[in-house]
């Protein structure tokens, strides 16, 4: 069965999801990227492909609070 990647990553202070090496958005908040990744992924399933959801957060609350205002 071919596999799908998909990951939540944080990039330059917004939230974003990647597939194969492209990312999309931006999203608000985590919550939203992860519920647009979940929702992708189930149709990527639907479709039979082998999905996988990543997510990438910050080590420190802080460092996500300091690139959110950077941006």
Not at 32 to 61: C, F, R, W
């Amino acid at each position: 069965m071919a596999q799908v990647n998909y990951t939540v990553d944080l990039v330059d202070g917004v939230w974003k999801v990647g597939l194969n090496g492209k990312h999309f958005g931006p999203y608000s908040t985590l919550d939203t990227a992860v519920a647009a990744a979940s929702n992708a992924a189930h149709k990527a399933e639907a479709q039979g492909y082998d999905a996988m959801l990543t997510i990438n957060t910050p080590p420190d609350p802080a460092v996500a609070a300091e690139a959110r205002d950077a941006a």
